[in-house]
């Protein structure tokens, strides 16, 4: 059966069904000061967060990560789990787990760190990673190498039209909720700069 061959890809929708269930799509403010990049208050209208450094100092190394798990509307969550379950199965399935493992983590730790540096802690979702993933197999096959995954070029350049509407903040004018583009940004650079040394790792192997 696929799911069992994918475990990973079912795995990080699962984790993100039941993070963003927990947080209530952001409702439920006390769960979410657990599980955003840094703690936060807020006083007055008013909001406080600790820094990277205070952060970092008290050993929450969990907050690196677990902003991907977060989403803030069913909307949000059934669009970035689709393109987990689409391309990061590819990855699982064609080059194995530790390969998209390693692409995650990296991609969502480093946009997360983007995006926090740029907007602080109030953001979430598996955006990052939905961009390095579709990056990543983007380049891998536009090189010609091999397992060929197979995806239609012009998904990128929807991606790509996606994260130009970002950022000119249209998406906000048609009623959407704020947009992580630095996360977006940040993930789909990740996922093309991974191609290489994937690929030579393959060819030592």
Do not use: C
């Amino acid at each position: 059966m696929a799911w069992q061959k994918s475990w990973l890809s079912l795995s990080l929708i699962v984790i993100s069904v039941v993070v963003s269930l927990a947080i209530g799509f952001g409702e439920n403010r006390d769960m979410m000061r657990l599980l955003t990049f840094a703690d936060f208050t807020v006083q007055g209208g008013q909001l406080l967060h600790h820094t990277l450094g205070g952060m970092l100092s008290t050993g929450q190394w969990w907050r690196l990560i677990t902003p991907a798990f977060m989403h803030f509307s069913e909307l949000h969550l059934i669009f970035n789990l689709m393109w987990v379950w689409v391309v990061g199965q590819r990855i699982e399935l064609l080059q194995g787990r530790w390969v998209l493992l390693a692409l995650v983590l990296v991609s969502a730790l480093v946009s997360n760190l983007a995006q926090f540096l740029i907007s602080g802690p109030m953001f979430g979702g598996m955006s990052g990673v939905v961009y390095a993933v579709l990056g990543y197999t983007w380049l891998w096959d536009k090189r010609g190498l091999r397992p060929v995954f197979g995806l239609p070029p012009a998904l990128m350049g929807f991606m790509l039209f996606w994260l130009v509407l970002g950022y000119t903040g249209m998406l906000q004018m048609f009623g959407m909720a704020a947009v992580a583009n630095t996360a977006h940004l940040v993930g789909l650079l990740i996922g093309l700069m991974f191609v290489l040394p994937v690929s030579l790792l393959q060819r030592r192997s």
